[in-house]
């Protein structure tokens, strides 16, 4: 089985120095996963309830991000046992999925 392993964090946030996103996507990669990607959102609230969303004006880098990888079963949980204990504060979803090339 695959799973999509989505997790959200937000523009600025940063880990050893690197967005945490591209942070995540290294540590990944040197994990060996197959792939992952970063989306950037127009707007958006989260657990804390402030909304942010993109303006002309929008200089503090508070939109959501979401970084996706698409994993054996197997992978997810190495990549989600490996983030366990580093007290990222970061939040995710997995869900099953079925992927493949047409």
């Given at each position: 089985?695959?799973s ?5 964090t937000?523009?600025?946030?940063t880990r050893?120095?690197?967005l945490?996103?591209e ?6 990669r040197?994990m060996?996963?197959p ?6 959102a127009?707007a958006g ?12 004006f ?6 959501p ?10 992978a997810?949980?190495?990549l ?7 007290h990222?504060?970061?939040?995710y979803?997995?869900h099953?999925v079925?992927?493949?090339v047409?």
């Amino acid at each position: 089985m695959q799973s999509v392993l989505k997790f959200y964090t937000t523009e600025k946030q940063t880990r050893d120095g690197k967005l945490l996103y591209e942070w995540l996507l290294e540590h990944a990669r040197a994990m060996g996963m197959p792939g992952g990607s970063v989306y950037r959102a127009v707007a958006g609230f989260g657990r804390h309830g402030r909304l942010h969303e993109e303006t002309f004006f929008e200089l503090g880098g508070e939109l959501p991000v979401q970084i996706e990888f698409v994993l054996e079963d197997g992978a997810a949980d190495r990549l989600l046992h490996s983030l366990n204990g580093m007290h990222l504060n970061l939040f995710y979803m997995r869900h099953p999925v079925q992927s493949g090339v047409v």
